[in-house]
């Protein structure tokens, strides 16, 4: 015969205190004294049955509650979780996975009051449901800061890391969730390094279920958003993870796709990375993905190739693979995207830097498409800037200024003008401003209707304290004193007062230069403002 504990007088009277309260449906009963000890009784008890009373009742609460479950209600918890009856570990996990989902208990608190040992002890547990549960409940531990490091702690990245490979898609989810969410702290993503989780997501990657795709790609992610993780991410197996990642940009699934250009972007920081992604044939997968009908595919698909235009090495092999092209049916299909425009114009910044790039720019209709972006009321001011900038960049250039010169009309001409004149956005203002000023003579005719305006923004270059912008606002009142409409303004008092102000002050620059370098040669002292007279 097997031994049946005896139930004592006051664990009998506890349960049908709570037997009582739960069929009065009251949810201020169900949170009263009588209650809260009749669950502490019940808990402790060493007969099953009971501590199965006591574990629905939690449930019950759990799945009814309107609000948060005053703290002294999880005092029960560390005994039943200790239970050594398999009903009463599944539901009672269950309840606290319920509390955590629906944010009805202090997760800090849960670890402050001894709730986690043994969550993690039945990570170790023969029973799927109960692995389930308690890994849920750490998924959810994980999302506050100061239980990220308690977890680590206690030895919980281990129990993680197994169940990250289990054969139930259940648990692996709920173990990988955990793993994301526990790289969101920095020093607590070193610590998973350490304790071996890099192969562990590197096969992940492979998974079937796409929900764990993504998760050990997110984490991934977390994880090379610290350099100082490169190398041992990247010295898994020949080139392994980074095959693995170009694997996934072919991932019908868009959030999958989106975290991989990600995680490589944080990847490709290091130039070794990048000339491995060159010759891993990464650029002509991500060209391929550019049209997709989905607009984030695409928006992450260009940041990512921006990013590898960077590199000076790169551009000629992205050229030749007819990215120019590509950027340029890109800004037309997705004009009104900010991302899109923004990484479009830095990438054809990025390889315009070369002959071939230029002779790309030129055989496309590129600049065409920044003209156009322009007038884009649609996009933020910071795709504005990406697009001025390069329209700065290129105007710099010979071969490309004649091109730009010829498609610039009146409207383009007003947009510069205007975010010239803004006096908010100070790198907005001076790369407008650098384009017209570029151009010179070739629009003087265009900006007549905007004397006033342009003289305005001139005169504030003078005033401001950046060189630049004083050399700036200098260069372009020097060539349009040769244009009949601000002939007679350049020569007014009030533009040639600033400019015997910027003189005095470069003066009194080349003194003190010559005062600390007194034997360097005049040719290297700082020039003075020439007069426009």
Do not use: W
């Not at 009373?53 to 005994?79: I, K, M, N, R």
């Amino acid at each position: 015969m097997f031994y049946k504990p005896v139930v004592q007088e006051h664990e009998r009277l506890a349960a049908q205190e709570l037997v009582q309260h739960l069929g009065s449906g009251s949810g201020s009963a169900l949170l009263g004294n009588e209650c809260r000890h009749a669950l502490n009784t019940l808990a402790v008890s060493e007969n099953p049955e009971l501590q199965q009373s006591a574990s629905v009742y939690l449930l019950h609460l759990s799945q009814h509650l309107p609000t948060a479950l005053p703290a002294e209600f999880l005092e029960p918890y560390p005994a039943l979780l200790r239970s050594s009856d398999l009903v009463v570990q599944r539901t009672t996990s269950l309840s606290l996975v319920n509390l955590l989902v629906d944010h009805n208990v202090n997760k800090e608190l849960i670890v402050e009051m001894g709730i986690l040992e043994p969550i993690l002890d039945l990570l170790e547990s023969g029973d799927l449901t109960v692995q389930c549960n308690s890994c849920a409940c750490v998924a959810m531990l994980a999302t506050s800061d100061a239980n990220r490091e308690a977890i680590v702690a206690a030895d919980g990245v281990l129990h993680i890391l197994v169940l990250a490979v289990s054969s139930d898609p259940r648990i692996q989810r709920n173990a990988v969730g955990a793993l994301l969410n526990l790289t969101r702290s920095e020093k607590v993503a070193g610590a998973l390094c350490e304790e071996g989780a890099l192969p562990v997501l590197t096969l992940l990657l492979q998974s079937t279920d796409l929900e764990v795709q993504f998760y050990s790609c997110s984490t991934l992610r977390n994880m090379a958003a610290l350099q100082e993780h490169h190398l041992r991410m990247l010295g898994i197996g020949e080139h392994f993870l980074l095959k693995s990642l170009l694997s996934l940009l072919s991932s019908p699934v868009e959030k999958n796709f989106c975290q991989t250009c990600l995680c490589l972007k944080n990847l490709s920081v290091n130039v070794q990375t990048q000339e491995e992604l060159m010759a891993l044939g990464c650029i002509s997968l991500l060209i391929a993905v550019l049209h997709s009908p989905a607009v984030g595919k695409s928006e992450s698909a260009i940041t990512l190739l921006s990013a590898l235009s960077q590199h000076p090495p790169n551009r000629d092999g992205m050229v030749e693979q007819g990215l120019v092209q590509a950027v340029d049916k890109l800004l037309l299909l997705h004009s009104s995207s900010s991302t899109i425009v923004s990484h479009g114009a830095i990438t054809i910044t990025n390889l315009s830097s070369t002959p071939t790039g230029q002779q790309a720019v030129m055989d496309s209709q590129c600049l065409t498409r920044l003209l156009k972006a322009l007038d884009l009321t649609s996009t933020t001011e910071d795709a504005r800037l990406c697009v001025v900038s390069c329209l700065h960049h290129l105007t710099c250039l010979v071969s490309l200024k004649p091109h730009i010169a010829e498609q610039m009309t009146a409207e383009h001409i007003s947009h510069l003008v205007t975010y010239a004149s803004q006096a908010e956005n100070l790198e907005l203002s001076f790369h407008a401003a650098s384009v017209i000023g570029e151009l010179g003579m070739t629009v003087a005719p265009l900006l007549s209707p905007h004397s006033d305006a342009v003289l305005g923004y001139l005169l504030r270059f003078l005033k401001n304290q950046e060189v630049r912008f004083q050399q700036l606002g200098i260069a372009t009142l020097s060539t349009l004193k040769n244009d009949g409409c601000f002939a007679a303004a350049v020569s007014g008092n009030a533009v040639q007062e600033q400019l015997c102000m910027v003189r005095t002050q470069t003066e009194r620059t080349s003194e003190l230069l010559s005062m600390v370098s007194p034997t360097s040669p005049s040719s290297e002292q700082a020039p003075s403002a020439q007069s426009l007279d």
